[in-house]
């Protein structure tokens, strides 16, 4: 065989198998997005670990997945209820630790986990799209129980959760209130910087696949639902966006551009020092605060 040719055969050869195991880590990468059993963990703290009497409720999505959580009534009497929202590869009892604070404010408290994530059924997690099927269900599950705790219904999400926040209010008119707390700007940008930040993943050529086979999976572009095209639909109704200053996985800048987006009244609070998800950790006493007076103001 000539030389040459002998040449560019192996240089062939190499490059495919280079493409296959682009292709196959890129599908595996989507599958551990998709798929996060490994995120799967068991719930760690309680309601009444904290003094508060809950209900074990449950209830089933439009495609049919039952979702766990508990239900947290005022001790008198109130019709405002706020639902608190997890991130992904977290539960409900991450978030109950920094918020069960509001039940003593007046207000009713409903949380819950996310599909394929805490003791909630399901295989399969999307970070935002199929949860919004979640929130939706959550809301239906209130009015439908529980009509007379939920004629004001608040939202509080953390970062995935966040995203779902935003989403659910700008399409349902009976949220009064929003706090998106961590929230990502775009699937698209947080999907890429995970994969930058966890595993040094350049954005080109391997996140446009990433990409696609996540769409392919869903059937649907989950980029359409991404905050930055919802959040403006959102007002008059308020939003207060809370972030970390130093957020390594969503950056501050992510923050100030959905603030830009959103119509008045709106607030927004970069906390100093705190890290994705550290926002109640460092912010402490402040957090509380701003987050009572903020639902106390417009819930």
């Known amino acids: 065989m000539n030389p040459i040719l002998y040449v560019i055969l192996i240089v062939v050869c190499v490059l495919a198998l280079a493409a296959l195991g682009m292709v196959y880590f890129c599908m595996r990468a989507a599958k551990n997005v998709l798929h996060p059993a490994s995120k799967r963990k068991p719930l760690d703290a309680w309601p009444d670990q904290f003094g508060l ?20 009534p005022c001790e008198q009497y109130s019709n405002k209820t706020i639902i608190l929202m997890h991130g992904w590869g977290m539960n409900r009892a991450d978030i109950l630790k920094n918020t069960y604070f509001l039940h003593d404010l007046g207000f009713n408290l409903l949380y819950f986990d996310f599909r394929a994530l ?10 935002g799209y199929l949860e919004l099927k979640d ?17 004001r219904i608040g939202l509080h999400g953390l ?15 009976e949220i009064v209130c929003v706090v998106a707390e961590a929230s990502y700007y775009s699937f698209r940008r947080v999907v890429s910087r995970w994969a930058w930040v966890h595993h040094r993943v350049p954005y080109f050529p391997l996140i446009p696949i990433i990409l696609h086979y996540i769409r392919k999976y869903l059937r649907v572009n989950p980029e359409r639902y991404s905050p930055k095209y919802n959040i403006p639909k959102i007002a008059p109704r308020p939003v207060f ?31 100093p020092g705190a890290k994705h998800n550290k926002c109640a950790e460092v912010g402490g006493f402040e957090y509380k605060q701003r987050l009572a007076d903020f639902f106390r103001k417009y819930l």
């Not at 970062?159 to 008119?173: K, L, Q, Y």
């Not at 957020?247 to 009244?265: C, H, I, R, T």
């Open 118 to 127: 805490g003791e909630s059924g399901g295989k399969t997690s999307s970070i």
């Open 53 to 72: 009497p809950y209900e074990n409720v449950y209830f089933k999505t439009e495609d049919k997945v039952q979702l766990k959580g508990w239900f947290i």
């Open 159 to 173: 970062s995935m959760g966040g995203m779902v926040a935003i989403c659910e209010a700008a399409r349902n008119p």
């Open 241 to 271: 966006i809370i972030h970390g200053r130093y957020d390594n996985l969503v950056p501050a800048a992510q923050a100030k551009m959905l603030f830009k987006k959103a119509g008045e009244p709106k607030e927004i609070w970069l906390v």
């Open 135 to 151: 929130v939706a269900a959550a809301v239906a599950f209130l009015k439908e129980t529980r009509p007379q705790f939920c004629e």
